[in-house]
C-alpha cells in the first residue's frame, strides 16, 4: 500500500514508538524507508544576561541529531529493513520543524509520513505548539500519528 514511508524522529520515547510502528509497516509492506531529523536552529536565542556561543550549541545539536539518525537506522538494520536517513538543518527563522517535513517528504517523495505525537493540551500546547499538528495540517500525503503511552 505505501511504497514510500517517511518517519520523522528526535529521540524522545514517542519518536521511538512511531520508528517501530514505521518500522513494521515497512516490513510487512515491503517499503522503502526514510528516517528524518531536523536540527532546528531556530529555537537558539541570546540574552544579553549571558553570552551563548551559538556557533558550538548548532553544532552540539548537529552532533545529537546525527546520534539519533544513527540509533533509528541502527534499529532499522536490526528489524532487517534498508533505511536511508536525512539531517535537515532549519536555518530559516520563519520556518517551522513541520514545513521542514512536509517539504522533505515532498522532495522525497513519501507516500506516507509518521510522525509522533506528545498529546500536550491546554498551555503547554499553546506555547509549543506540535509538529505532529503541523505536519498533518500542511501534508500533501497521509499522516500516522502514534501517541506517546
Not at 33 to 43: E, K, P, Q
Not at 66 to 71: G, M, Q, R, S, Y
Request: hydrophobic fraction near 50%; proline fraction near 2%.
Amino acid at each position: 500500500m505505501y511504497k514510500r514511508i517517511l518517519i520523522a524522529v528526535d529521540g524522545s520515547d514517542t519518536s521511538k514508538l512511531a520508528l517501530n510502528e514505521a518500522l513494521a509497516l515497512a516490513k510487512a509492506q515491503q517499503s522503502q524507508l526514510r528516517i528524518v531529523h531536523v536540527v532546528d536552529a531556530a529555537t537558539l536565542f541570546v540574552s544579553d544576561n549571558f553570552y551563548v556561543d551559538v556557533a558550538k550549541l548548532e553544532a552540539a545539536l548537529v552532533e545529537a541529531g546525527k546520534k539519533i539518525l544513527a540509533e533509528s537506522l541502527a534499529a532499522a538494520e536490526k528489524a532487517g529493513i534498508h533505511a536511508e536517513t536525512r539531517l535537515a538543518e532549519n536555518e530559516n527563522l520563519n520556518a517551522r520543524v513541520a514545513d521542514m517535513i512536509v517539504q522533505d517528504a515532498k522532495a522525497w517523495p513519501a507516500e506516507l509520513i509518521v510522525v509522533g505525537t506528545h498529546g500536550r493540551r491546554g498551555l503547554s500546547h499553546l506555547f509549543m505548539g506540535s509538529v505532529a499538528e503541523g505536519v498533518l495540517r500542511i501534508a500533501p500525503v497521509p499522516v500516522l500519528l502514534i501517541r506517546s503511552k
